[in-house]
């Protein structure tokens, strides 16, 4: 049978890991309540700028829808441009023009871009 003494240190060891791990929930628990609060925070920051950033996207979309029409404007008239002017350069014999064409990749007389020209 275990004596007294026994008894108290075993009771005494048991009573203060039970104090050490309430004190260790206490600071997780704390930790928690933190983290919560950051993030309900960083929530509501992404509220506020959640409007600006649908606004941005919408802005985004038109200038998009722009480039494209652009783009498809470019693509159908852009080369009967350079045609027109590589003819223009033909006739006049404008050595000027011709440079320019060829520089930037326009095969003179063929009425097409160069492969790896800038289009």
Same mark, same amino acid.
């Given at each position: ?8 240190t075993?009771v005494?060891l ?6 050490a791990?309430?004190?260790r ?5 704390e930790?928690?309540?933190m /983290?919560?609060?950051? =993030?309900?925070?960083?929530q509501?920051?992404?509220? !506020?700028?959640e409007?600006?950033?649908a %606004?941005? @996207? ?10 494209? /029409?652009?783009r498809? =404007?470019?693509?159908e008239v852009g080369?009967?441009? !350079?045609?027109?002017v590589?003819?223009? %350069?033909? @006739?006049?014999n404008?050595?000027r023009l011709k440079?320019?064409l060829t /520089? ?8 097409a871009l ?6």
């Open positions: 049978m275990p004596s007294k003494f026994q008894l108290s075993l005494a048991v009573s203060g890991a039970v104090c791990l309430s004190v929930y206490y600071f997780a628990a930790e928690n309540v /983290r919560k609060a950051r =993030v309900i925070q960083q509501r920051v992404m509220e !506020l700028f409007p600006r950033l %606004a941005k @996207r919408q802005q985004l979309q038109v200038q998009q829808e722009k480039l494209n /029409r652009v498809g =404007v470019t693509e080369g009967k441009v !350079l045609s027109d590589a003819a223009f %350069a033909e @006739r006049t404008s050595n440079d320019l /520089r930037h990749g326009f095969a003179l007389g063929t009425g160069k492969e790896g020209a800038i289009k």
